[in-house]
């Protein structure tokens, strides 16, 4: 290797970074800039903003979406192992199964914990829960 | 497949079984933190034994490789994931003792967890098998799995302390930084197999094979691939200058877990590297020799040169270890004629910072976030015990004989002279005296100042346990060398 | 057969370990304990100046390989260069523990320091291998850099950072020489090898000799110290307890001028010759420049540690000339220096401890009020100006004969340093004891017995080597001699011989014997 050999992949990153930098510097420089406050505000679909756009969401909503999220991506392992169960035979049947017991563990985890408690201003483990990370907070 | 030989993954398999046996003792019989140190303690114990019998194994019936799958004819078994060997045995060995001794050192933060105490012990077992399937992985994919398993655990324990302000910024910071550093490492897998056609590092189709067959013109996209994989384990042992997460991140997690996030993977880091750069591209040695050397001068100059200026401890040694990240990586350079050389130095650096952060936890608190050098002033009176711990573990980060820091200085500095980098020996050299202002500072504050308060800080059994198996490693390994340099002779990759 | 040196070495690792063991509840015993195992090592060592065969060469060598793929080992020998240095340590460690009675915070701890210290210094001169050697270098820091902080006067700090990290800086040139060292002898040694005499085996090329002869140079030029890397010196000394400064002058400074023998003359005897005489400039440079520092010192702790730069400059002058009386006279002056340096910090040090100022300005007419001590205190000075008749004279003597057959122009500068010795100590002795005393000097006590016993042994020996010195010179005669006769067989260089009006020719031996028998006639006076 000399340095020569180095040469095209320098160009390529020189054209790259000037290409990039370039075109932010000619669009800054020519496009016309003349604001006012209807452009300022932020873009709803024409209609004059009423309200903070963000909408907070209980946090259990995510927990669930990702809890969703797993089942569905252990979905597509069994989908690819069922397929062709036949032929992985009893060391799949194994590994599958190590596979599933792992999720379900986690599953097992989570719903100990209180995750999966709904209505949780009501329940014992919710409470419990808090006073514990308020304790922890203090 | 039929019979599978589990023992190549034993330790993964007893780590992974010990996180969820901790996980599910803490939420059905025992909320105490006692029941989760039985299990996690005999997840690590397991793991060790299993990495002993691994050596033994290997020992007797040689290097194996497992987990390949079928080739096109049905027979021959290529694509080979995991290699077992004395590399991956000792690996195992000196990150069970690391992960022990972290967690010993740092139990008094489990408890102050309460609850979610267990999910930090689980997730500290989940990250050890990702750093030794780092270790231990015999293909480029495999390898990127297991950076991953101990990447993401470390981001969680990164922030776990999420009521503390600077916690969550930092975790951020890490997770964030940590993720670019993850898409670098793949995408530089990617123009591997691009260039080679093969992300193994072994068998007849792997990557030595293919630079073996053809003769490679321009190499380019092969070396751009080596260069970023390069930089994805460089940014996990915080090599400049891809180190900026790691202050911030060791001040502002919690201490206890610094221990073991800060000496472990960079364990495993330095392992994979020696791995990939030796086996998989051999044939271009002069190529990544000259990178990793650019590196490791950088991270000398820039840890040194930054530690010297941090009024936190925990800053201190957090570019400290920037400093020794470099360190590391002459060691990598010189694992081409010593890797003993190598190991003795992760060794012996590991544990004595592992010491060292167990005394910060119990002269701070385990849960402490930033902790200030002059919360050591007067140590020396306060407790004679601890403040003579703390000059050790200085000492031997210095490099200054008597302690295992020296040897393995020396040992590693001859290697890499021998290899012809003696412009990296002068500079390192120079560098690790420069070093000497803020490890000596630590010393001086704890020993020459007097402090206000008479207060002595409460050592507990596990602490002093670590502190003084710590302790005994440094001196014992800078006086006796021999005990590990003769076993770590041995522990060579899977060729 | 016995392994002497080990044992040697290890008497005061035992005693730190004995020390360290000692119950809190009688803490009385730590000082007479120490005291008496410090005796030990002398009376290895004295056992080992009485055996010594005078055919010189190395004696009671033992060699044991400790890391077999570097061949680094425990290779240690004495020989009649190193034989007085190792006295030289373990007679002054006895007196400075007597000389630590008044030291009451963590006792414990700073005994413990003092007998690493010592199995450090030991180790340095018996050591006969590059790494061993680099080892006990390293170690010696150690316990002085906590002597310093812990049991210093008001700026310590400061001063055992700077002595740590100065020194440890020259280190850093050591070890880096020493690997590259090893590394170049690979090859014909078929190993990679920290064996002193099997280095030496190795001839290598000019650049890297220069190269490597510089490296070793930079270490022992600031442990020496040197002329421009001599600053950590004057804060190091003053700022240490007694003992600390009485082992730093005596003891420590000699590694430095002992390795420079050891090393540098032996090892890269090429580059010795052809840079020799800077280093010998140097020397001059610093003994010329020290004597004029020290004459405007208001601490008289401080003049006296700039008196260690100046008179440590004769000997590294005496070490470069490569005659057989230079080098002789240079190892000789660092055991004069060790003593007379050494009994000029103990005085002080009783002085402090009653008025608890350095500066001589508070002093003055403590003769009428303190005689013995000023006995003791003049006794000193005329040995460390080197009046005839004390040891000081034999060193600089021989040192200044040798030199000036070599580097007959920096002799004869060097020789002014002899003459400013004189004005800046006896100036001081004249401000510090002469006129009527001060009101805060007028009830000072004079010497106890404790303190005079300290002082009567250095007297005792500042006398005899004053005037029987040949025992001494007798045993290091062959080995300063097979270092030459190296450097002449494997240079160019050739040592000067008299010749008196290009008739008379004495060879060396001859002009040897010469001396000594005229320094004792001169002594007997």
């Known amino acids: 290797m000399t340095l020569a050999d180095y040469l095209p992949i320098g160009l390529m990153m020189l054209i790259g970074i000037g290409f990039a930098t370039g075109a932010m510097w000619v669009s800054w420089k020519i496009a016309p800039n003349v604001p006012s406050p209807e452009k300022l505000a932020p873009y709803e679909c024409g209609i004059v903003p009423l309200q903070e756009p963000a909408l907070r969401f209980p946090v259990k909503f995510y927990l669930v979406a990702m809890l969703f999220v797993i089942f569905d991506v252990e979905l597509i392992f069994l989908f690819a192992w069922a397929v062709r169960f036949e032929a992985f035979g009893w060391t799949g049947i194994a590994a599958i199964g190590i596979f599933v017991a792992l999720l379900v563990e986690t599953l097992f985890y989570v719903w100990k914990r209180g995750a999966l408690d709904w209505n949780v201003a009501h329940r014992d483990r919710y409470r419990r829960v808090v006073a514990e990370y308020e304790d922890e907070a203090a | 497949m039929g019979n599978i030989a589990f023992l190549p993954i034993g330790l993964e398999v007893a780590l992974l079984v010990g996180a969820i046996g901790v996980l599910m003792v803490a939420v059905t019989m025992g909320r105490s933190s006692r029941d989760w140190a039985v299990v996690a303690g005999a997840a690590i114990g397991v793991g060790f034994v299993i990495s002993v019998r691994q050596w033994v194994v290997v020992g007797e019936s040689g290097t194996q490789l497992a987990f390949g799958t079928k080739g096109a004819d049905g027979l021959a078994v290529a694509n080979q994931m995991v290699a077992m060997d004395k590399f991956g045995a000792l690996g195992g060995m000196i990150l069970m003792v690391v992960v022990g001794l972290a967690l010993i050192g740092s139990w008094q933060m489990v408890k102050d967890l309460g609850s979610r105490g267990a999910e930090f012990v689980a997730l500290i077992l989940l990250s050890a098998a990702g750093m030794h399937m780092m270790i231990v992985s015999a293909n480029l994919i495999m390898l990127f799995i297991g950076l991953e398993t101990a990447s993401i655990a470390l981001y969680v324990i990164a922030g776990f302390l999420r009521n503390r302000r600077g916690s969550d910024e930092s975790a951020m910071k890490y997770f964030l930084m940590g993720s670019f550093a993850s898409a670098l490492f793949i995408y530089g897998v990617a123009l591997v197999f691009a260039a080679t056609g093969s992300t193994s590092l072994y068998g007849s189709t792997s990557i030595g094979q293919f630079l073996a067959g053809n003769a490679m013109p321009n190499p380019g996209i092969l070396l751009i691939g080596i260069g970023l994989i390069l930089v994805g384990l460089a940014f996990k042992m915080s090599a400049a200058p891809f180190h900026q997460w790691a202050p911030d991140v060791y001040q502002g997690a919690g201490t206890g877990a610094v221990a073991f996030m800060s000496t472990g993977v960079k364990v495993a880091a330095v392992a994979a590297m020696v791995r990939v750069l030796y086996i998989g591209f051999f044939q271009f040695y002069d190529d990544w020799s000259m990178a990793v050397a650019l590196i490791a001068a950088l991270s000398i100059l820039v840890g040194t040169a930054t530690a010297i200026a941090q009024s936190d401890l925990k800053r201190m040694l957090a570019y400290s270890g920037v400093a020794h990240a470099g360190f590391l990586l002459i060691a990598v350079l010189a694992a081409r004629v010593s890797l003993d050389a190598m190991w003795f130095y992760l060794a012996t650096y590991a544990v004595s910072l592992v010491g060292m952060l167990t005394v910060v936890t119990v002269v701070a608190g385990a849960s402490a976030g930033p902790v200030s050098i002059e919360s050591f002033r007067g140590l020396g009176k306060r407790s004679p015990m601890l403040a003579a711990a703390i000059a050790v573990f200085m000492f031997s980060m210095a490099g200054i004989p008597g302690t295992s820091g020296f040897v393995a200085k020396l040992v590693v500095f001859t290697a890499a002279d021998l290899s012809g980098f003696r412009w990296l020996v002068v500079l390192a050299l120079v560098a690790s005296v420069a070093g000497l202002f803020f490890y000596l500072r630590i010393i001086v504050v704890a020993f020459f100042e007097d402090s206000d308060t008479e207060e002595t800080p409460l050592t507990l059994t596990g602490p002093r346990i670590a502190i003084g198996f710590a302790v005994a490693v440094t001196v014992g390994l800078g006086l006796w060398p021999t005990l590990l340099l003769d076993f770590a002779r041995e522990a060579l990759p899977h060729l | ?525």
Request: hydrophobic share 55%; no cysteine; net charge neutral.
């Open chain 3, 1 to 525: 057969m016995f392994p002497v040196l080990a044992f040697l070495v290890g008497l005061p690792v035992v005693a730190a370990i004995v020390i360290a063991l000692i119950p809190k509840s009688r803490s009385e015993l730590l000082l007479p304990v120490a005291f008496g195992l410090s005796l030990l090592p002398l009376a290895v060592a004295g056992y080992m100046v009485w055996t010594f065969n005078t055919a010189g060469g190395f004696q009671w060598v033992e060699s044991t390989i400790w890391l077999q793929q570097l061949r680094i080992g425990w290779t240690v020998g004495v020989d009649g260069i190193s034989l007085f240095l190792v006295a030289l340590t373990a007679f002054l460690f006895p007196i400075s523990i007597l000389a630590s009675a008044n030291i009451s915070d963590r006792l414990r701890g700073y005994l413990v320091s003092l007998f690493v210290l010592e199995t450090g210094v030991l180790g340095v001169f018996i050591a006969l291998d590059l790494v061993l050697f680099f080892v006990f270098f390293e170690i010696v820091l150690i316990p002085m850099f906590f002597m310093i902080g812990i049991w210093g006067s008001s700026n310590r700090r400061y001063a055992a950072i700077k002595f740590f990290v100065y020194t440890a800086f020259g280190s850093a040139f050591l070890l880096v020489s020493i690997i590259a060292l090893a590394v170049n002898a690979g090859p014909a040694l078929q190993t990679i090898s920290f064996q002193w005499n099997e280095l030496a085996q190795v001839p290598m090329t000019s650049t890297l000799q220069t190269w490597l002869f510089f490296g070793f140079a930079i270490a022992f030029a600031i442990k020496v110290p040197l002329f421009p890397l001599h600053t950590w010196l004057p804060d190091a000394h003053t700022e240490a307890p007694t003992a600390g400064s009485v082992l730093l002058a005596g003891v420590l400074l000699k590694m430095g001028t002992y390795g420079f023998i050891r090393f540098n003359l032996i090892l890269f005897p090429e580059a010795t010759v052809k840079y020799g005489k800077w280093i010998a400039l140097l020397a001059v440079i610093g003994i010329v420049y020290a004597a004029l520092v020290a004459t405007v010192q208001p601490d008289i702790k401080r003049l006296v540690a700039y008196s260690s730069v100046s008179h440590l400059g004769f000997i590294v002058l005496g070490i470069f000339a490569l005659t057989l009386t230079s080098v002789q006279g240079g190892i000789i002056q660092m055991v004069n220096h060790g003593l007379s340096t050494g009994a000029l910090f103990l005085l002080i040090g009783m002085i402090y401890e009653r008025t608890h100022t350095r500066k001589i300005a508070d002093y003055g007419g403590l003769a009428s009020t303190m005689p013995i001590f000023s006995g003791f205190f003049l006794f000193a000075v005329f040995a460390s100006v080197g009046l005839p008749g004390l040891n000081g004279f034999i060193g600089e003597f021989m040192v200044l004969i040798g030199s000036w057959q070599t580097f007959p122009v920096l002799t004869v500068v060097a020789a002014s340093g002899v003459v400013l010795a004189a004005v800046y100590l006896l100036w001081a002795y004249e401000r510090v004891f002469t006129g009527p005393p001060g009101k805060a000097n007028k009830d000072l006590e004079d010497l106890n017995p404790r303190e005079i016993a300290i002082l009567v042994p250095i007297a005792f020996l500042i006398v005899l080597l004053g005037v029987y010195p040949k025992p001494v010179l007798d045993r290091m005669e062959n080995d300063v001699n097979a270092v030459i006769s190296r450097i002449e067989q494997s240079t160019s260089y050739e040592r000067p011989t008299f010749d008196l009006e290009g008739q008379l020719r004495i060879s060396v031996p001859a002009e040897q014997g010469n001396n000594s028998s005229g320094e004792s006639s001169e002594g007997s006076e």
